[in-house]
């Protein structure tokens, strides 16, 4: 008797465990405010940022008739009222399975003559809970706003002439960067001193505060000691390095890193590699500067990318991510790595092995490139390109085993669970000159760089959530 009813002890016990450990992955992964909230609606301090009041630099009437627009245009989605008058539009969104209805509420309210406020509510009218299907109508409709506005601002100053001289301002940065300062690393420090003030300088004069963030290597990695040569090893310590930031700040605490190493491989100029980066995140800077953003843009030239320092903790972008305080707000980050070396002879491109089956043999176009946790990323970035249509754009998802997917600063921000795209012609597997005393200026296509700038302007509009132009500084830096 007493074995039976230990036997019915261990199969209560076990039960008992397995039943505890059901509601502790239901607490953890079951959205339980969805079961009792039916509605969601946004606010100037919602704890979640997507779901805040946007504040436009718009006309309260062009913001009305790109919403009024765009609802008409989206599936299940149908407008009910529409008062231009008032800023008030009250929709309606039925679901796919069972059609149930969720009423949505659109007020735009002008603050002033320049500027307007966004506020959406949505409510289901059948149920007690939602499961989070009201707060993703809002998310939805204004992932959509974003593309449209994005568009609409992006046209406009591409009508206005505002590109013009791009391609000769991206040629100055490389000549004077790759040709009159030359090779910058570890074992020629004045050099490298000189391109980062002469980045800074240019963050300047775009209007930016700029800060040079030093760091010493005081420990040498293992790895950078064993790829330096021996009488190079004593250059590696106590050095001072630099990454130059500039950040553009928005009016949410969310912050998009577009980065580029300004560093050089010893002996090589580097024009491509990656004097082409550093040129377009200049330009990108300069060219955002006059947008009004939701989201924080932070501008960051690093310092360390190429050997003897590759891989190790001595990178720039590693200890640029070793600041707490901005670390946890980053939601994306753009690596930008050789944007300058373009063929359209047929065999220019190479690639892995078996991804040759897939790509074109042209070395005509720019790859946007992200592990699988970046995939929406690589989507967006590569949506913006093709929204511009002016360069051919070829993408991959793919994990880092896959060679030459990890070879740029957005490694460390995948180790950090950050979602980040590297931006480039594919270096080696297209440049003769990779690595190379002729990796020259004259070997790089500037209004193909343009292009790629420009692609990279209309992606961040929309990821950062513009919300209009600044139009008394709209031309002051052209």
Do not use: C
């Not at 501008?299 to 640029?320: C, L």
């Not at 074109?360 to 590569?382: E, M, Q």
Request: hydrophobic share 40%.
């Amino acid at each position: 008797m007493d074995v039976i009813l230990t036997k019915e002890k261990t199969l209560l016990t076990l039960l008992l465990l397995v039943v505890l450990v059901i509601l502790i992955v239901a607490l953890l992964f079951i959205n339980w405010q969805g079961l009792t909230k039916n509605r969601a609606e946004t606010g100037l301090d919602h704890p979640n940022p997507a779901l805040r009041t946007r504040h436009y630099r718009l006309s309260a009437e062009t913001l009305f008739i790109t919403l009024e627009t765009l609802l008409n245009n989206f599936p299940r989605w149908q407008i009910l009222e529409a008062d231009r008058r008032t800023g008030n539009i009250i929709a309606q969104r039925k679901t796919s399975l069972f059609r149930f209805v969720d009423e949505i509420q659109i007020s735009i309210k002008k603050i002033d003559q320049k500027h307007v406020a966004l506020n959406i509510r949505s409510a289901s009218r059948v149920g007690k809970g939602d499961f989070g299907q009201n707060a993703r109508n809002i998310q939805e409709l204004l992932k959509r706003l974003d593309t449209q506005i994005a568009s609409k601002i992006y046209d406009s100053l591409e009508a206005s002439g505002y590109f013009e001289g791009l391609s000769n301002k991206l040629s100055a940065h490389v000549n004077r960067l790759a040709l009159e300062i030359g090779p910058r690393h570890f074992a020629r420090q004045a050099a490298y001193n000189k391109a980062a003030a002469y980045i800074s300088a240019t963050f300047h004069k775009a209007a930016y505060t700029p800060i040079l963030e030093v760091f010493q290597v005081t420990e040498v990695p293992l790895l950078t000691q064993v790829r330096t040569d021996p009488q190079e090893k004593d250059l590696l310590k106590d050095q001072d390095y630099q990454n130059v930031v500039a950040t553009k700040t928005g009016e949410m605490d969310e912050i998009i890193v577009v980065g580029a190493h300004y560093d050089t491989v010893v002996g090589s100029p580097g024009a491509d590699d990656n004097t082409s980066g550093v040129a377009v995140l200049m330009e990108l800077s300069r060219l955002l500067q006059p947008v009004k953003l939701s989201r924080t843009i932070i501008f960051v030239a690093f310092a360390n990318e190429e050997p003897p320092f590759f891989r190790t903790s001595a990178m720039g972008s590693s200890r640029f991510l070793k600041l707490k305080d901005r670390r946890g707000k980053i939601i994306s980050m753009f690596s930008l790595e050789m944007l300058g070396y373009y063929s359209d002879a047929p065999h220019s491109q190479s690639y892995p092995p078996l991804l040759g089956f897939f790509y074109p043999d042209r070395a005509n176009f720019i790859a946007v490139v992200g592990n699988f946790a970046s995939r929406t990323l690589v989507n967006t970035v590569a949506q913006g390109f093709r929204e511009i249509g002016t360069i051919p754009l070829e993408s991959l998802v793919a994990p880092r085993i896959v060679p030459g997917v990890d070879l740029s600063d957005q490694m460390n921000f995948w180790k950090a669970g950050i979602p980040a795209v590297m931006i480039t012609d594919t270096a080696y597997n297209r440049n003769p000159h990779y690595h190379t005393t002729g990796d020259l200026p004259a070997t790089l296509d500037y209004e193909k760089m343009t292009e790629v700038t420009k692609g990279l302007f209309r992606s961040l509009l929309q990821l950062g959530q513009v919300l209009g132009l600044n139009e008394d500084e709209r031309f002051a830096q052209k």
